[in-house]
């Protein structure tokens, strides 16, 4: 099982980014019948849940993102999504992906002020 993240990068403050997350398609069952997250670890914090999406498309978010970031899926492609808009310095951290136990590797976002 392989979880693969991409997307991060280098962005003003105000900007976005579209992470996403391919799972493997020996995953592909997991992905469609069990929830998906997304968490974040920022330089000396633990880390922490952003967004979680269930297997019915039923979705939560950390209150620090609630109405800026989305996550989504897309079942055909086995890819999970997770839109940042209007983002902070605060929102600078690694972001992972994550579902049936498994992590992707991580990808670096970083907002500049």
């Known amino acids: 099982v392989q979880l693969q993240a991409c997307g991060g990068g280098l962005v003003h403050a105000g900007g976005s980014l579209r992470l996403s997350c391919v799972v493997s398609?020996?995953?592909?069952?997991?992905?469609?019948?069990?929830?998906m997250n997304w968490y974040r670890q920022a330089p000396g914090n633990d880390r922490e849940l952003v967004a979680t999406?269930?297997?019915?498309?039923?979705?939560d978010y950390a209150d620090s993102v609630k109405g800026r970031f989305t996550i989504s899926k897309d079942v055909v492609k086995n890819t999970l999504f997770l839109q940042m808009n209007s983002l902070k310095p605060e929102d600078t951290a690694v972001y992972y992906c994550?579902?049936?136990?498994?992590w992707g590797q991580g990808t670096l976002v970083t907002v500049s002020s």
């Open positions: 994550n579902g049936h136990g498994h």
């Open positions: 999406i269930s297997n019915r498309g039923v979705t």
């Open positions: 398609e020996n995953a592909k069952i997991f992905f469609q019948f069990e929830a």
